[in-house]
């Protein structure tokens, strides 16, 4: 009886054990939201003082301003600065051309989320795109692989074959009174004005770019895949029925307080506790999701604009999205992209403002032809 009364319990925190293991669902919390910056970044924006200054002084300073970076103007749709005729500001040094090879890791793009447009293909078909605007992005800063030490290792940075630098670009240019002297010093070396949004993508050494080079929507192609990230829209703390699509309780039949409520959450007994990953009330969007494998459909050279598969891309209308070449094993490039980038001295290829991909139906284009009898 002992024998059998041990046995009996050893096969029990065995089932329950395995029980434990199937029943664990994905850990949420570990992609909480960031609600402030780390300690080691940079403060961007100061505290504006009224400087007691005359109209006059303030003009002087504007025109100061204006004669360092250049007069205000809309560039490709974005207001900036207009820094053509800034010589002093860019690097003169070239690069060595480089030979792409599969394997090779571009830089991204800053984007903004300005709407969504259908497309038709030839046969009929509708697509839902979602526009996606480049805005002003600049070169600011190569870091190579020898310096680039971040504080959060990627997780799959012990299985790189290659070691890999960091790029940070910059988008939209802002007046630099209304940043800090520490945050307009990251722009030093640059020759470009003081950017209001930052990111950094890990490229490989070949495709380094110079401080100051400019990355416009030719960057990619007609036809290209790429991959979006974006966060979604912050809903703040939400319950069970719009967090998470739950029915609810019926509204009449003897339910009293519980219409929406989630309702029992699990069993007693030994297992008595919250499984990791319930699904119950709590904070609802301010995440960061990826959209992999995403088709460009067109491309509008004038205003920077892209016509991106898909009418799912994380965040708001007006959101910042990154875009980047896809990681997708069976969609990366088979042929040569523009490496490391398409440079404005090669956009004269470029005749028409509007590129189409050749199964989308162009509307500018007649569709139906007569012919004299």
């Known amino acids: 009886m002992l024998c059998s009364g041990l046995l009996t319990g050893r096969l029990f925190r065995q089932t329950t054990l395995l029980t434990s293991l199937n029943q664990t669902r994905n850990k949420n919390y570990l992609n909480r939201p960031r609600l402030r910056n780390p300690i080691w970044f940079v403060r961007k924006e100061r505290t504006v003082h009224d400087e007691m200054l005359t109209p006059e002084n303030t003009s002087f300073v504007k025109e100061v301003l204006h004669t360092k970076f250049g007069p205000p103007a809309l560039i490709k749709g974005v207001l900036t600065f207009d820094q053509s005729q800034q010589q002093s500001l860019i690097r003169t ?28 293909k030839k046969d009929g078909t509708k697509i839902r795109t979602t526009l996606l605007q480049v805005i002003d992005n600049h070169v600011v800063k190569y870091i190579p692989p020898a310096e680039f030490n971040p504080p959060l290792e990627p997780r799959q940075k012990k ?23 520490e945050y307009c010093g990251l722009f030093k070396d640059s020759g470009v004005l003081p950017k209001q949004h930052l990111c950094r993508f890990i490229i490989s050494p070949e495709a380094q770019l110079l401080p100051g080079t400019p990355l416009n929507v030719t960057h990619f192609r007609v036809g290209d895949v790429v991959d979006v990230r974006g966060k979604t829209v912050d809903h703040g703390f939400q319950g069970v029925v719009k967090r998470h699509g739950f029915k609810g ?3 009449s039949h003897g339910v009293t307080k519980t219409h929406r409520r989630p309702g029992n959450i699990g069993a007693g007994g030994e297992k008595a506790r919250v499984w990791p990953g319930t699904k119950l009330p709590g904070h609802m969007g301010n995440r960061w999701r990826n ?26 209308t007006n959101g910042l999205v990154y875009i980047y070449d896809t990681i997708l094993p069976l ?22 403002e509007d590129i189409w991909h050749e199964d989308i139906h162009n509307f500018k284009s007649g569709s139906i032809t007569f012919k004299e009898e």
């Open 331 to 352: 969609r990366k490039y088979k042929e040569a992209p523009a490496f490391p980038t398409q440079f404005e001295s090669e956009n004269d290829q470029y005749s028409d």
């Open 159 to 181: 299985n790189w074959k290659n070691p890999y630098g960091c790029l940070l670009v910059g988008a939209q240019s802002q007046d630099p009174s209304i940043f800090t002297k």
């Open 249 to 251: 309780m019926p509204a």
């Open 291 to 316: 959209l992999r494998g995403l088709k460009i459909w067109r491309i509008n050279t004038k205003y920077n604009v892209m016509w991106v598969q898909g009418s799912n891309i994380a965040g708001d």
């Open 93 to 120: 040094e070239e690069l060595p051309a480089v030979q792409w090879r599969p394997g090779l890791k571009r830089t991204g793009v800053i984007a903004r989320k300005i709407g969504q447009y259908p497309l038709w």
